[in-house]
């Protein structure tokens, strides 16, 4: 018998079942292939959906339980959730509830559960539309969660819960006059220069993707560059690279930029980006511990961490992860730093940072570096570019941004950037 076509729906289960199942983070999965079997258009619907589902898991689950004695097996239950989360948002409940069953009869263990994911689904479909808004914020996972409590205390720790539900638009980097691309996409422009649509549909069809005029990148991450503030002419080390968002925000300022990553297939990104954006820099695949030259006039170091203030744009995060791989990316960090300092001319200047909210791999990261290399200083004046608060600069003389920043605005990536001169 021909094996039926994989459709969007049940593409998101396989992702599901992976991400919750074997702590696969969705992003891997994606880079993997697990969706290159759909057309674009599905892609994305699967992307979606299964990204809806993870944001509101906790909804899911508790709306299910009214109608489950136990907890089904995660096959069964991913595919329930997937229902719930669809039905919630208004999906048309015969579409849900027939694919939900036909994808279960597929199953070859647990193909005879069909009455109950039909049984199920058709109560969902009643109650989920209704409930769903009544149903609390869901929240962290404890390993995450208590670590943050300590650092920002329980109602921060609350309003980056609420943003990482509402999710994320999409931001973009403009080469030049923000103002005039935000008009003409239909988006707003940020304090901080980065333009945001919050219903871009389909990227690659945006005016300005062809000619290279914009990249996609969160407005917190496009903060570490105009921190560093590249001059023309520059020699600048960009020492962990890909995909490439701040190698094309430094090149697009004139500096002379060397971009160094570890994987040779992110390598590979950072060139296709800088092509697609007519802009040019060394790329070198290398190692950020071992790498020598320059010496440079500035270095950029967007050290690898745990990406905790990436959970608005990657749900999945909190479910695949349980924080156990954290403590040698603070080891890695700090290495790095001592390394990159290494590298840069007397008078020079680092800006390290991280997508995190942890303050090991920010706060303490510096505080440590200063102990560590007198001399060193932070500067703190470099921090205060437009549309940055003052009260976002931390004690150490650090810039700490939370995703509960700009409630009005659609909130921006978690991140730590600190500016250090030798
Ligand atoms: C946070 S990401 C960088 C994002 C990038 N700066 C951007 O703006 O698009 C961290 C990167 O560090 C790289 N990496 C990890 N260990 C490394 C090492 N020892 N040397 C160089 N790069 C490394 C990873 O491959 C990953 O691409």
């Not at 880079?31 to 509101?56: E, F, I, K, V």
């Not at 695949?285 to 270095?299: E, K, N, R, V």
């Not at 020079?348 to 102990?371: H, K, M, N, W, Y």
């Amino acid at each position: 018998m021909k094996k039926s076509a994989l459709t969007a729906r049940a593409a998101t289960v396989q992702v599901l079942d992976q991400v919750l199942g074997q702590g696969r983070l969705m992003s891997d999965l994606i880079a993997g292939g697990a969706l290159d079997a759909l057309s674009p258009a599905d892609r994305a619907r699967a992307q979606r959906l299964a990204s809806d589902t993870l944001r509101g898991l906790a909804r899911a689950d508790r709306l299910l339980s009214r109608h489950l004695r136990k907890p089904p097996p995660l096959a069964v239950y991913n595919i329930l959730r997937a229902g719930t989360v669809e039905l919630a948002q208004g999906g048309d409940p015969h579409g849900v509830v027939n694919e939900a069953v036909t994808i279960i009869a597929g199953h070859p263990r647990y193909g005879s559960l069909k009455g109950l994911i039909n049984a199920v689904l058709r109560k969902m479909a009643e109650d989920a539309p209704r409930a769903w808004n009544d149903l609390r914020v869901p929240i962290l996972p404890h390993w995450l969660r208590s670590p943050l409590t300590e650092a920002w205390g329980k109602a921060a720790v609350a309003a980056m819960e609420r943003a990482h539900f509402a999710g994320a638009g999409l931001d973009l980097t403009v080469k030049t006059d923000p103002e005039i691309w935000a008009e003409r996409l239909g988006g707003i422009v940020l304090p901080t220069g980065s333009v945001r649509l919050t219903d871009p549909g389909q990227i690659s069809a945006l005016p300005g993707y062809a000619s290279g005029d914009w990249w996609v990148q969160d407005a917190a991450a496009a903060i570490p560059v105009r921190v560093l503030a590249p001059k023309p002419g520059e020699r600048i080390l960009d020492l962990c690279a890909a995909p490439g968002g701040k190698t094309l925000q430094l090149a697009n300022a004139g500096a002379e930029v060397t971009a160094l990553d570890l994987s040779a297939r992110r390598m590979e990104r950072v060139a296709e980006n800088l092509s697609r954006v007519h802009l040019t820099a060394t790329c070198i695949t290398g190692d950020a511990l071992t790498h020598q030259g320059g010496p440079y006039d500035a270095i950029l170091l967007d050290a690898p961490c745990s990406a905790t203030g990436t959970i608005r744009r990657h749900p999945d995060l909190p479910h695949a992860k349980d924080g156990s791989d954290f403590a040698a990316l603070i080891g890695l960090q700090a290495a790095m730093v001592d390394h990159a300092l290494t590298l840069m001319k007397p008078g020079g200047r680092l800006v390290f940072c991280t997508c995190s909210l942890l303050p090991d791999e920010g706060e303490c990261q510096i505080e440590e570096a200063l102990l560590r290399h007198p001399g060193l200083s932070t500067d703190r004046a470099a921090l205060l570019r437009p549309g940055i608060d003052p009260a976002w600069i931390t004690e150490e003389g650090g810039l700490r941004l939370r995703p509960d920043y700009w409630p009005d605005l659609g909130g921006m990536d978690g991140f730590y950037i600190g500016c250090l001169r030798a």
